[in-house]
T-cell receptor
Framework: QQPVQSPQAVILREGEDAVINCSSS?????VHWYRQKHGEAPVFLMI?????EQKGHEKISASFNEKKQQSSLYLTASQLSYSGTYFC???????????FGTGTSLTVIP | KAGVTQTPRYLIKTRGQQVTLSCSPI?????VSWYQQTPGQGLQFLFE???????NKGNFPGRFSGRQFSNSRSEMNVSTLELGDSALYLC??????????????FGPGTRLTVT
């Protein structure tokens, strides 16, 4: 039931774009995205709900394909500050089940 | 507004001992969730408490338990510690129940080392 994230790791140069994917085998009600910098606590980025509602930071964009139970996080014109590990958290349609993926390590280099 | 606080920040215990970790949520938040984080395993959900009731529990043995007080502060307890319990334990608070349209705010974590 833990969602699968891909890629596991990615290295970008400043200004490049990246897409991080999150897939579940179960029907989802919501997908949450967080970023964790080394030695720090995870920080909220975005929530996507079944039905299309989204909530999050203006500079972050993401999508939620309800039919495929997949979500993607889009990082455009990457900056050094984007480096960290990105986690998706998924809430099942049945409720009361919330799981985080194993994370995607993103490194932005000058 | 003060963030989520966790105490202690670091802890070293020996196998067989028990440990209690504490979490104070953001004022007004009623949901507290606990996670175990180890390299390669990501964030493993332990349990969620809402209004002093355990609402949800992850796939962890009964040695892991928790509770929430009327002021929403939460504690988690691990009994009969094993080497594999060494991890960063994070708690997160939320305005309402975990999931839906409510984001979580994480504390800095407690680093537990079992020797």
């Amino acid at each position: 039931q833990q969602p699968v994230q891909s890629p596991q790791a990615v290295i970008l140069r400043e200004g490049e774009d990246a897409v991080i994917n999150c897939s579940s085998s179960k029907a989802l009600y919501s997908v949450h995205w967080y970023r964790q910098k080394h030695g720090e606590a995870p920080v909220f980025l975005m929530i996507l709900l079944k039905g299309g509602e989204q909530k999050g930071h203006e500079k972050i964009s993401a999508s939620f394909n309800e039919k495929k139970q997949q979500s993607s996080l889009y990082l455009t014109a990457s900056q050094l500050s984007y480096s960290g590990t990105y986690f998706c958290g998924t809430e099942m349609n049945t409720g009361n089940q919330f799981y985080f993926g194993t994370g995607t390590s993103l490194t932005v280099i000058p | 507004k003060a963030g989520v606080t966790q105490t202690p920040r670091y802890l070293i215990k020996t196998r067989g001992q028990q440990v209690t970790l504490s979490c104070s949520p953001i004022s007004g938040h009623r949901s507290v969730s606990w996670y175990q984080q180890t390299p390669g395993q990501g964030l493993q959900f332990l349990f969620e408490y809402f209004s002093e009731t355990q609402r949800n529990k992850g796939n962890f043995p009964g040695r892991f338990s928790g509770r929430q007080f009327s002021n929403s502060r939460s504690e988690m307890n691990v009994s009969t510690l094993e080497l594999g319990d060494s991890a960063l334990y994070l708690c997160a608070s939320s305005l309402a129940v975990l999931g839906g349209s409510y984001e979580q705010y994480f504390g800095p974590g407690t680093r537990l080392t079992v020797t």
